[in-house]
T-cell receptor, first 114, second 115 residues
Framework: AQSVTQLDSHVSVSEGTPVLLRCNYS??????LFWYVQHPNKGLQLLLK??????LVKGINGFEAEFKKSETSFHLTKPSAHMSDAAEYFC????????????FGKGTTLSVSS | EAGVAQSPRYKIIEKRQSVAFWCNPI?????LYWYQQILGQGPKLLIQ????????DSQLPKDRFSAERLKGVDSTLKIQPAKLEDSAVYLC?????????????FGSGTRLTVV
């Protein structure tokens, strides 16, 4: 079965410090992987996606993620947190690529303090 | 490019009443999904359409939920009768059928409160 596990339900950082949100996946196929962000009372916004090209993926707002097949991980990082980064982050797998349903992790709440 | 349109944005109903949600996907997107997002959880797939045919409805509570996608474009999701545990945000998304454009796009959702 395909699944994603977000290892932290809540991460707290100070503004200007690095962000690390951890995600492990399980997939029988060569997966596509995504990170989505959801601000309070807002829709889901795609941060970045891995679709079997470069293993280091750069996204919007300074976020990036590295696909590590040997570790079945797809951790999200940002060098310096900003107050506006406070939101819910979802790691997502699409087990069979385009046109197939997405499987969401349970989410990680990122809090940023000044 | 216009996004995925959903209506209404908010709905409050009493338990045992019925409710319907509407979704208009991005033009040309063959695949349409309905997801349910309960507060504090990630979205969960309810049903997936490919054009006007159902691909996956294994997690749809068919005793109370129904969905259709007439003519392979717009879609409606209905709940009848609603239960308290149906309170959630209902998200519609669309994507191309094939190709390397993994262009999943989500609508803003309909927030349903059942009282």
């Amino acid at each position: 079965a395909q699944s994603v596990t977000q290892l932290d339900s809540h991460v707290s950082v100070s503004e200007g410090t690095p962000v690390l949100l951890r995600c492990n996946y399980s997939s029988s196929y060569s997966p596509s992987l995504f990170w989505y962000v959801q601000h309070p009372n807002k829709g889901l916004q795609l941060l970045l996606k891995y679709t079997s090209a470069a293993t280091l993926v750069k996204g919007i707002n300074g976020f990036e993620a590295e696909f590590k097949k040997s570790e079945t991980s797809f951790h999200l990082t940002k060098p310096s947190a900003h107050m506006s980064d406070a939101a819910e982050y979802f790691c997502v797998v699409s087990p069979r690529g385009a046109g197939t349903a997405l499987i969401f992790g349970k989410g990680t709440t990122l809090s940023v303090s000044s | 490019e216009a996004g995925v349109a959903q209506s209404p944005r908010y709905k409050i109903i009493e338990k045992r009443q019925s409710v319907a949600f509407w979704c208009n996907p991005i033009s040309g997107h063959a695949t349409l999904y309905w997801y349910q997002q309960i507060l504090g959880q990630g979205p969960k797939l309810l049903i997936q359409f490919q054009n006007n045919g159902v691909v996956d409805d294994s997690q749809l509570p068919k005793d109370r939920f129904s969905a259709e996608r007439l003519k392979g474009v717009d879609s409606t999701l209905k709940i009848q009768p609603a239960k308290l545990e149906d309170s959630a945000v209902y998200l519609c998304a669309s994507s191309p059928k094939t190709g390397k454009d993994y262009g999943y796009t989500f609508g803003s959702g309909t927030r349903l409160t059942v009282v």
